[in-house]
């Protein structure tokens, strides 16, 4: 199994997969090997990346807290986020920063402040789909809370992240402005081998790519675990090998010396760096 992160390690800067790296992909596919995408995103812009690659198997949604099939568009949710903690979290946030933006996202749909939702459309960040529905987010933590996230302008996600850290939540950002907070069992690593076990696949036969905090618990378990250069320092840390960077297909060109050194028609298994 190869897993690989979307934003940052995978997609390029603006975010795309590159023919070469489609290629790559379809490449170890056709000789066996499961390519499953491990992403912090929602399904709803993740998917068209599944699509794309040809994944026909669930992928790793929301951190870790869900998995999703893009066959059929259904989400499993692996784990919830306690309403009552989300309700704590944000009403702390918003006393520490009164102008505090938040979103929500659940099984079914999201949701955005009207601040928040006035900025992103201003940035042309909503994509293809608009939210569920906008307003005050704590309006809506009973719809089924998965990942709750916030900003304010001028104060980091980790700023952001000190004022819950006593709080029983996964704390994360894959944007240096933009706190996500979730169930606090969430992990990629462990939904991740979950899907592995239901393939009957060791960890020592999977290699992870990635760049940001959320990837390193998976990049430690694998059997190789992968670092992009434009990794953070904590990732790159904890790597068995540190390729390119996204921008320059690093991806793609580890793949392909891997399909090489499996030799015509061979499958591949990833080495195990000593573990």
Known sequence: MVALDLDGTLLTSDKRVTPRARSAIRRLAERGVHVVVCTGRPPRSAFGYAVELGLGHRFVCFHGAALADPS????????????????????RL???????????ETDHGWY??????????????????APTAVGPVEGFLDAGAIKLFARHEGTSA??????????????TWSSPTMLELLDPHVDKRDALQELCSELAIDRTQVAAFGDQRNDVEMIRWAGIGVAVANAEPVVREVADLIVGSNDADAVARTLEGWLTAAGPGGAHEAPTAGR
């Open 72 to 91: 059929d568009g259904t989400l499993r949710v692996r784990h919830a986020l306690d309403p009552a903690v989300a309700r704590g979290a944000l009403g």
């Open 94 to 104: 918003r006393a520490a920063f009164p102008e505090l933006m938040a979103g929500l």
């Open 112 to 129: 955005l402040d009207p601040a928040l939702f006035d900025l992103r459309t201003s940035e042309a960040r909503l994509g293809p789909e």
């Open 158 to 171: 980790a700023a952001l992240a000190g004022v819950v850290d006593d709080l029983p939540l996964y704390r």
